[in-house]
């Protein structure tokens, strides 16, 4: 059982920067990868960015150069920072944690969601 928790979202204006922030709590031992996934109306779910526990990155292309994800290993914690942000950004962002069992099974724990509008 892992309960994640979103912050940071809003309303920007073209051109402007917004931090995301995913703090994971209850079963967080043996967290392999975070990320950040966004689902924009009518479009299907689509990943953004994703940083292993050995801080190992992964980025869309759409959002390379802009974005950058970071984790805290210690503060179960992730975050994403967005810069030169567009109306394609538009979203609701998820955070994402993949969790490995002892038996060696991952399972996929989802945050409730965080909505980012760029907007003039």
């Known amino acids: 059982q892992v309960q994640l928790v979103e912050s940071g979202g809003g309303l920007v204006q073209p051109g402007g920067s917004l931090r995301l922030s995913c703090a994971a709590s209850g079963s967080i031992f043996r967290i392999y990868t975070m990320g950040w996934y966004r ?8 990943l953004v960015a994703t940083i292993t526990s050995g801080f190992s990155t992964n980025y869309a292309d759409s959002v390379k150069g802009r974005f950058t994800i970071s984790r805290d290993n210690a503060k179960n914690t992730v975050y994403l920072q967005m810069n030169s942000l567009k109306p394609e950004d ?23 969601g ?7």
């Open 90 to 112: 538009t979203a609701v962002y998820y955070c994402n944690a993949r969790r490995r069992n002892t038996a060696g099974v991952e399972y996929d724990y989802w945050g409730q």
């Open 39 to 46: 689902q924009a109306p009518g479009k299907q779910r689509e």
């Open 114 to 120: 965080t909505q980012v509008t760029v907007s003039s």
